[in-house]
Each structure stands twice: as C-alpha cells, then as structure tokens.
C-alpha cells in the first residue's frame, strides 16, 4: 500500500489532464490529485493508473475514466453532508472522491466479489462511506431515502423509476443512458412528479444489470 513521490506527481499529471478535457470544479480536481488510485487497480496495471483511462478490475467490471469520474462528480455539485446514493461500488475509487468532497455516501454493489472486497479495502484507506450494501442498483437502498444527490456508475438502457423516486425534490441524479454507448444525463427534481433532463454526450461503461445477484 505504498504511495510514493512519483504516483503523487504522476497524480499532479492526471489533474493537468482533466482540467484541459474541462473539469473546471476545484474540489473535485483536488480529490483527483489526493486520491491513491493506483491501489485501486490490479497491481499489474499500476503503471497505467494515471493515464485517463478505464481499467478492468475484478468481476468482469472496470475502474471508470478519471475524466469521467472527475465529470459525473462535478455534475452531482456535492455539498459537505450531502446524502449521495452511489450504484456500483465498483472498486471504491468513485465512492473515495465522494467521500473526498465532503458527501455521506449510501452505496450498492451488486457483484458479491467486488463487494467485499472494496469494502474492506476502503476502510484500510481511510474512507468511510455511510452504509454500503450488496445487491440490486436498480432497486436503490430505500431504507435510506430521500437522497440529495443519486449517482450511477453502470450504463443503464433506462432510467430506473426507483431510482427517480429516492431523489430528494432540488436533488439531482447522474445516470449514463443507453446500451452500447451511453448518454450522460442529469435529472433535477423539481417536484414529487416533475423532473428536468439535461443530456451532456457519449460515455462508454459496463452495463447496470438488472436482478442479476
């Protein structure tokens, strides 16, 4: 679990990167360039953590894109304290950002492996998300409901209505929509049954299965 000068400068690199693609929110660029991702990563792709790209992990699953990670987090606008639902755990790095900027974070993962895995992993970093659960992303937790802000981390073919439904009115969702290649898209809350869309281009990510534990 080594974090040596070179991963941090190679990390001071990647927030270089990010910021050219247009991420322009400070904290979130700030969490990029604190956040260990190399050890999030089979250690034979170390070398490659800090280039801007997607890399397979366990469980047929993979570590997003840090421009994507860096987009969606900037999208949610977390507020210190705000209740965040993360779908797909993955291997934790998205759910240390969060935890990074300050959000109490509710999150499922529905791969058993990955599940416990990340979820010893990421009390051994020092991140410490509110509740994290294995099952069923499309479902939500909503035990913990209303949420203020909801992110997805799977490419769903659309958006689960449970999901709509756990979302705080002023909340927001980011959720990549599509099959083979997704639209992000940010969903506001405006009333129990108004929402507004916005779509901000293509993603690529694994899909959200449905009912799949």
Same mark, same amino acid.
Do not use: W
């Given at each position: 679990?080594?974090?040596?000068? /070179?991963?941090?400068? $190679?990390?001071?690199?990647?927030?270089?990167?990010?910021?050219?693609?247009?991420?322009?929110?400070?904290?979130?660029?700030?969490?990029?360039?604190?956040?260990?991702?190399?050890?999030?990563?089979?250690?034979?792709?170390?070398?490659?953590?800090?280039?801007?790209?997607?890399?397979?992990?366990?469980?047929?699953?993979?570590?997003?894109?840090?421009?994507?990670?860096?987009?969606?987090?900037?999208?949610?606008?977390?507020?210190?304290?705000?209740?965040?639902?993360?779908?797909?755990?993955?291997?934790?790095?998205?759910?240390?950002?969060?935890?990074?900027?300050?959000?109490?974070?509710?999150?499922?993962?529905?791969? /058993?492996?990955?599940?416990?895995?990340?979820?010893?992993?990421?009390?051994?970093?020092?991140?410490?998300?509110?509740?994290?659960?294995?099952?069923?992303?499309?479902?939500?937790?909503?035990?913990?409901?209303?949420?203020?802000?909801?992110?997805?981390?799977?490419?769903?073919?659309?958006?689960?209505?449970?999901?709509?439904?756990?979302?705080?009115?002023?909340?927001?969702?980011?959720?990549?929509?599509?099959?083979?290649?997704?639209?992000?898209?940010?969903?506001? /809350?405006?009333?129990?049954?108004?929402?507004?869309? $916005?779509?901000?281009?293509?993603?690529?990510?694994?899909?959200?299965?449905?009912?799949?534990?």
């Amino acid at each position: 679990m080594k974090d040596t000068y /070179r991963h941090q400068g $190679k990390r001071q690199q990647l927030v270089r990167t990010v910021k050219k693609k247009g991420i322009t929110d400070e904290k979130v660029l700030a969490a990029i360039g604190k956040i260990p991702r190399h050890l999030f990563m089979d250690s034979s792709f170390e070398d490659h953590a800090y280039q801007d790209k997607a890399f397979p992990i366990a469980a047929d699953q993979t570590i997003s894109q840090p421009y994507t990670v860096a987009f969606q987090s900037q999208l949610l606008e977390i507020k210190k304290g705000d209740k965040v639902l993360e779908v797909g755990t993955g291997s934790g790095y998205q759910t240390a950002v969060l935890c990074d900027l300050g959000a109490k974070v509710y999150s499922i993962e529905r791969q /058993r492996e990955l599940y416990k895995k990340t979820k010893s992993f990421l009390s051994k970093l020092g991140y410490r998300p509110k509740y994290l659960s294995f099952g069923d992303g499309y479902k939500g937790i909503p035990e913990y409901a209303p949420y203020d802000k909801i992110i997805v981390t799977a490419g769903a073919p659309e958006v689960p209505k449970d999901l709509l439904s756990q979302l705080k009115v002023g909340g927001r969702l980011v959720i990549p929509v599509g099959v083979e290649v997704q639209t992000m898209t940010l969903f506001v /809350r405006k009333s129990a049954k108004e929402f507004d869309k $916005k779509e901000f281009g293509a993603f690529r990510f694994v899909p959200l299965l449905e009912d799949k534990n």
